[in-house]
């Protein structure tokens, strides 16, 4: 990819503290671009920011919740007011939430419903209005998951948000095009990070054993399709979803049933 591409540009990163967020964040910095990097802890995001400045990169940290509609706005005007634009906005934040459809809670429902998609709609919705208003396009980036298309135990309120995300994209080309606004949306499989790790110590060889390729993701498989979709060489795709998963849903093997107990125990 042209190392140029993003000299100039302004992005939002939510969700950027560590993991797939940072990388992406990690990445467009470091081909030129001003980012604004989000996690709803304080201490992950200015330490994000200050990796990235250290190794010469443009990285303001906004520390606060990517729920929250009014954050979400006040996000979008301090980028605006410290550097004049929006060119994209990567709507990463996101949690997951396994459990049982039988017992699974209207609280737990609720923050789920909230972050990943109230979240997720109105920061593209915000994004947007800047972008029409700037009138010269951008591009938007949901994230979405491989358990979006294809079904997962324990997942079944996890997997309709991020289901709902990728519908979301498909529609906002209709809204969004006129104004050369392009949205499309990431669906990543089993990935390392400091997160997946932390909840299953043998996560790696678990999903290499799962995945065709006979390997997990890492969060740079995830930021180089992040970074196309953001690119000008995306510049006539929109409202596409992208999987990223090693070929996982060709195949669509599951874990056994500890990793399970593993997972709704972390």
Do not use: C
Not at 2 to 19: D, E, P, R, V
Not at 124 to 138: R, Y
């Amino acid at each position: 990819m042209n190392t140029i591409m993003f000299i100039n540009k302004t992005y939002i990163i939510t969700g950027a503290g560590q993991g797939i967020g940072f990388t992406i964040a990690e990445r467009l910095a470091s081909q030129g671009a001003v980012v604004f990097l989000n996690d709803i802890s304080e201490a992950l995001a200015i330490e994000g920011a200050q990796k990235i400045r250290n190794a010469g990169g443009d990285a303001t940290p906004i520390a606060g919740d990517a729920g929250d509609v009014q954050f979400i706005r006040h996000m979008v005007d301090v980028a605006v007011e410290k550097s004049g634009k929006i060119d994209g906005v990567v709507a990463n934040a996101g949690i997951t939430t396994f459990g049982d459809f039988f017992s699974y809670t209207p609280e737990a429902m609720q923050e789920l419903l909230q972050l990943n998609m109230a979240g997720t709609f109105f920061l593209a919705q915000a994004a947007a209005q800047q972008m029409k208003n700037q009138q010269q396009g951008g591009s938007i980036l949901l994230m979405s998951s491989v358990v979006g298309v294809q079904s997962h135990k324990y997942l079944a309120a996890y997997a309709m948000t991020k289901a709902a995300i990728q519908m979301l994209a498909r529609n906002l080309v209709i809204e969004l095009s006129p104004y050369r606004i392009r949205i499309n949306t990431i669906a990543p499989g089993a990935t390392i990070t400091e997160r997946t790790m932390a909840i299953e110590p043998e996560y790696d060889e678990t999903w290499s054993n799962l995945t065709p390729l006979r390997k997990p993701a890492t969060t740079n498989d995830i930021a180089d399709a992040a970074l196309f979709f953001l690119s000008d060489q995306a510049g006539h795709i929109t409202g596409q979803t992208l999987v990223v998963d090693g070929g996982w849903t060709a195949v669509s093997p599951a874990p056994g049933e500890a990793h399970f107990k593993e997972v709704k125990q972390g």
